[in-house]
């Protein structure tokens, strides 16, 4: 079973700033399955990114996503007051879908 | 749009049994795999289950599986989680979510959820 390891926990950054977080899972796994989901205060997540890097429809530019093998990223370019939120990595493979822990993005 | 609304959550005591619901519109429903994925009180998600849109295969993870059954009504565009033998674990909120293709095999994301619906189980 593959496990993902998000990091870190929570961050915290100013609107404007760069974010970067990570995901690693316990095996290398095909990008194709890797996603990025966001999930505000008392919303339902909403998925970001599919394949790793392909933003889903009406997402954002500053949002890119990457990485290949065990290490995924996610990056905000320049974030905005409505980007700070938790955020969700997440694989599809032989135990159908697994999610990381979370990092929550907050305000410095 | 795609909408899904789940209903059917509340408090039952452990042991008991408790069947959500998910009314889906929007989209056609029979071409689209479905899954259930809870996330406990401040903690993380955890996907629960998946049946195809055809209704002819079902998922589930091992922390339901023998428990939890999934069920789907194509002609009422509805997706069904029965929830037999609750525990504490089980206390969180389900949402419903729409798979990204027709079967499982096909779906790597969860494209569109609905709010969730709450289930607490304590005596």
């Known amino acids: 079973e593959i496990v993902l390891t998000q990091s870190p926990g929570t961050l915290s950054l100013s609107p404007g700033e760069r974010a970067t977080l990570s995901c690693r899972a316990s095996?290398?796994?095909?990008?194709?399955?890797v996603a990025w989901y966001q999930q505000k205060p008392g919303q339902a997540p909403r998925l970001l990114i599919y394949?790793?890097?392909t933003r889903t429809t009406g997402i954002p530019d500053r949002f890119s996503g990457s990485g290949s093998g065990t290490d995924f990223t996610l990056t905000i370019s320049r974030l905005e007051p409505e980007d700070f939120a938790v955020y969700y990595c997440?694989?599809?493979?032989?135990?159908?879908?697994?999610f990381g822990q979370g990092t929550k993005l907050e305000i410095k | 749009e795609v909408r899904l609304l789940e209903s059917g959550g509340g408090l039952v005591q452990p042991g008991g049994s408790l069947r959500l619901s998910c009314a889906a519109s929007?989209?056609?429903?029979?071409?689209?795999?479905m899954s259930w994925v809870r996330q406990a009180p401040g903690k993380g998600l955890e996907w629960v289950s998946a049946?195809?849109?055809?209704?002819?295969?079902?998922h589930y993870a091992d922390s339901v599986k023998g428990r939890f059954t999934i069920s789907r009504d194509n002609s009422r565009n509805t997706l069904y989680l029965q929830m037999n033998s609750l525990g504490v674990e089980d206390t969180a909120v389900y949402y419903c979510?729409?798979?990204?293709?027709?079967?499982?095999?096909?779906?790597?994301?969860?494209?569109?959820w609905g709010h969730g619906t709450l289930v607490s189980v304590s005596s």
């Open positions: 979510a729409q798979n990204s293709g027709g079967t499982v095999a096909s779906s790597r994301v969860f494209g569109s």
């Open positions: 394949g790793a890097s």
């Open positions: 929007g989209f056609t429903f029979s071409t689209y795999a």
């Open positions: 049946m195809s849109g055809s209704a002819d295969d079902t």
């Open positions: 997440q694989h599809y493979g032989t135990s159908l879908y697994t």
């Open positions: 095996q290398t796994v095909n990008s194709y399955y």
